[in-house]
């Protein structure tokens, strides 16, 4: 019945704090108060006081008592595909090069490669109707007798498989900027010499192994992309929305 009692109490306190009838900063009723208020035990205030702090809704204060937080409201997620995720479809994949190299300095030190290992470089362009809309860059580890297979590499998200055989276990990050883009970026995509371009870098780790099994530019003009992003209505660092 306790745990029963902890969790309504729990849920009241969050109805109060959602609809604002306590307000970040406010100081929560003591724990007498909350014992008298809802007939239970310290024991069950106090476990209730917990969840609704390992939560994120309040915090202590040690020798003053619990306070309502002040929630995080300029953290921002968003949803994003490079291949599925832009204003237009992809219906082309053409592959420019494939090349098994020494990479620079940087992609060596980003992928991690062990001593004299060579890396595998990938550059295609995307067309929609017929049209180039996207050049994409790409660093892989190369691993000997694991040859690339190029017929696989013109397909768009040829590394689905692989996200899907270790979709708990991926981790990706991304960086976005509006750039110039380069000479060779500008003349694959036929853009004129005013033209911006999104510069999307992306870097794919498997969190088990800490491997990386990826490093990509994807350059793609803002006419073809959109990014939108809304306040998460969940977040593993527990602050409320």
């Keep these: ?49 917990s969840l609704l702090s390992n939560e994120g ?8 008592g619990n306070f309502v937080c002040k929630p995080e409201v300029d953290i921002f997620q968003f949803k994003f595909n490079k291949y599925d995720g832009l204003n237009t479809h992809i219906d082309e994949v053409k592959l420019i090069s494939v090349k098994v190299l020494f990479p620079s300095k940087r ?26 809309i996207a050049m994409e860059i790409i660093y892989l580890p190369y691993v000997h007798h694991q040859p690339v297979i190029e017929d696989m590499l013109k397909f768009a998200n040829y590394l689905k498989p692989v996200e899907e055989k270790l979709a708990f276990v991926l981790d990706k990050s991304l ?21 911006p371009v999104f510069e999307i870098t992306e870097i794919i780790k498997n969190e ?4 990386i099994l990826e490093y990509a530019w994807f350059y793609v ?11 998460p209505k969940d977040s593993d660092d527990k602050r409320i929305f």
């Design 221 to 231: 003009s803002p006419k073809y992309l959109t990014i939108k992003a809304s306040t």
């Design 1 to 49: 019945m306790s745990d029963v009692l902890y969790l309504a109490i729990v849920a009241s306190l969050k109805d109060k704090i959602l609809k604002s009838q306590l307000k970040p900063g406010d100081m929560l009723n003591s724990e007498t108060a909350l014992m008298s208020e809802y007939s239970a035990s310290r024991m069950t205030i106090r476990k209730s006081l």
């Design 57 to 64: 809704y309040i915090y202590s204060v040690p020798g003053k």
């Design 208 to 211: 088990a192994t800490l491997k």
């Design 107 to 132: 992609i060596d030190r980003i992928l991690v490669l062990e001593e004299n290992q060579k890396a595998v470089e990938v550059k295609r362009i995307l067309f929609s109707d017929h049209k180039e």
């Design 175 to 195: 960086n976005i900027t509006v750039t110039m883009p380069s000479e060779e970026i500008r003349e694959k995509l036929n853009l004129d010499e005013r033209d």
